[in-house]
């Protein structure tokens, strides 16, 4: 009788945890799917816990070469909100491909920022990377906050808490890296990285932003042209340049090749198109733009 007491109890214990939802695990979470890293982190500082931050794009992978796969598919799908950078940092704008076929909103960082423009073969395009200046990843915030105060007006007031939080911290990041950069003297002021992706950054802080390939890594990745390789090892020559930076989602062996062609050393990998890996130092925005920035003074002052 006592086994047979027992026996029934569990049986009853069983059925009861497996008619309660695993703890933890929130059904109704809304979802927000980020084309790049840098897009999520900023999504996260503002929504916390409320909604479940997915990211297409890995730490270290690059937008402008990324190819969208199935399961990049199945993810739009879950999602109740699509976030991109925009300007075609998607090459190809695969985030757009992606959120039209599966009829999902998508908010974009970019709008309402004052666009640095470049010349690529006779056409002006708007560079896409933005986010290096803090002053244009607090737009990103206002864009993200007010998609998803939009979609989600019951917890705008909480959103919009979050986001002066983070505002009020990129403020102070932008001064902090000011007082940095002050311990390198003007004239060596140039920055050497794998692509142009600095140029927010470099107009910000006083530099001058040189690169061997354009904006988008897919020329890079079919290599520089002679002429523009050429004009770039002279140009560090006649910079009296001490270092020049690699890119942590962009092939190095360029840089490294033209480091040793121009007689100076290369300064460190600097976090570009994407944030570290969880867990380093550069997990997020804010510690990739303080990583970068030590590197760069380190190397440059």
């Not at 933890?24 to 929504?47: H, L, P, Y």
């Not at 002279?234 to 062996?253: L, Y």
Request: charged fraction near 25%.
């Amino acid at each position: 009788m006592q086994r047979t007491g027992f026996v029934a109890a569990l049986v009853l214990a069983v059925s009861w945890l497996l008619a309660v939802p695993a703890l933890g695990k929130n059904e109704d979470r809304q979802v927000i799917v980020c084309s790049t890293t840098q897009a999520a982190d900023f999504a996260r500082q503002i929504v916390g816990d409320t909604w479940e931050v997915l990211c297409v794009l890995a730490p270290g992978q690059d937008p402008h070469l990324y190819q969208i796969t199935p399961k990049d598919t199945e993810l739009i799908a879950r999602a109740d909100l699509c976030v991109h950078n925009g300007w075609h940092l998607e090459g190809k704008d695969w985030m757009k491909t992606l959120t039209d076929g599966e009829g999902k909103p998508l908010a974009t960082c970019v709008t309402g920022i004052e666009p640095y423009e470049l010349d690529e073969d006779g056409n002006t395009v708007q560079d896409p990377h933005a986010w290096f200046s803090p002053k244009n990843a607090q737009i990103y915030v206002r864009n993200i906050l007010r998609a998803v105060s939009q979609s989600d007006p019951d917890h705008a007031e909480e959103y919009d808490a979050r986001a002066r939080l983070f505002i009020g911290q990129l403020r102070t990041l932008h001064v902090w890296i000011q007082s940095q950069v002050n311990d390198i003297p003007a004239n060596r002021r140039v920055l050497v990285t794998s692509h142009d992706a600095f140029n927010y950054f470099c107009r910000d802080y006083g530099f001058e932003a040189r690169s061997p390939a354009g904006w988008n890594t897919g020329e890079e990745a079919a290599g520089s042209t002679p002429e523009r390789r050429r004009k770039t090892v002279d140009s560090i020559r006649e910079a009296g340049v001490k270092a020049i930076f690699v890119e942590t989602s962009v092939n190095p062996t360029m840089i490294e090749e033209i480091a040793k062609e121009a007689g100076v050393q290369v300064g460190g990998a600097l976090y570009s198109d994407s944030m570290g890996k969880p867990g380093s130092a550069g997990e997020s925005y804010i510690g990739m733009m303080r990583e970068n920035v030590l590197k760069i003074v380190s190397a440059l002052k």
